[in-house]
């Protein structure tokens, strides 16, 4: 069964370093979304690609968040420097398309970050 | 007001009865409307998708669209303790990105 994939599960880090998260979306998705997701919340929206191009990054902390996907494939969201309310649960979605009504996006399982 | 509203809950029903959930969005021009199903520590799980007004059934469950009232709800017959969980309705506009609600919590009770 086609399914998102994310590293690592889980993460703990120290407020000032850096971390990194990657993503490898299902196969044949064009779309890849990273999402944040405070406990109690739902999910919001940091970046969305279209193949390797970034189609709405308007809530990504720019001064310290940066997302790639070099060859439209995985990506890999990074944290410099991470910051105590950085901890959340970061999430991969993939959809088929960016476009049209019927744009179904999937998760991956997530990586728990806990900035000390 | 908020683009997705959930009742805050947490919603507690028995086993075997129906659990209905609700959800209300603000922007009328909303076109795609999901539910996801998220357990504890987990990521969300896509269960629902509806487009058109009226009803939509998938074995137990049955999403409900209104487009004219800006809501749409999610039923779950015969309640099962597998589906204590919290539940997060999307909305989305053509072309445009999902905007989740907080998630309400339901609990069915053994």
């Known amino acids: 069964e086609a399914e998102v994939a994310q590293s690592p599960r889980y993460k703990i880090t120290e407020k000032s370093q850096a971390v990194a998260f990657w993503c490898d979306p299902i196969?044949?998705?064009?779309?890849l979304y990273w999402y944040r997701q405070i406990l109690g919340q739902g999910p919001e929206l940091l970046v969305q690609f279209q193949d390797e191009s970034v189609v709405d990054d308007s809530q990504l902390p720019k001064d310290r968040f940066s997302a790639e996907r070099l060859k439209g494939v995985d990506s890999t969201l990074k944290i410099q420097p991470a910051e105590l309310g950085d901890s959340a649960m970061y999430l991969c979605?993939?959809?088929?398309?960016?476009?049209?009504?019927?744009?179904?996006?999937?998760f991956g399982p997530g990586t728990r970050l806990t900035v000390l | 007001q908020k683009e997705v509203e959930q009742n805050s809950g947490p919603l507690s029903v028995p086993e075997g009865a129906i659990a209905s959930l609700n959800c209300t969005y603000s922007d009328r021009v909303s076109q795609s409307f999901f539910w996801y199903r998220q357990y504890s520590g987990k990521s969300p799980e896509l269960i629902m998708s509806i487009y058109s007004n009226g009803d939509k059934e998938d074995g137990r469950f049955t999403a409900q669209l209104n487009k004219a009232s800006q809501y749409v709800s999610l039923l779950i017959r015969d309640s099962q303790p597998s589906d204590s969980a919290t539940y997060l309705c999307?909305?989305?506009?053509?072309?445009?990105?999902?905007?989740f609600g907080k998630g309400i919590t339901l609990s069915v009770r053994p």
């Open positions: 196969s044949g998705h064009a779309t």
């Open positions: 999307a909305v989305r506009r053509l072309n445009s990105k999902l905007t």
């Open positions: 979605a993939s959809s088929p398309r960016t476009s049209g009504t019927y744009n179904e996006q999937f």
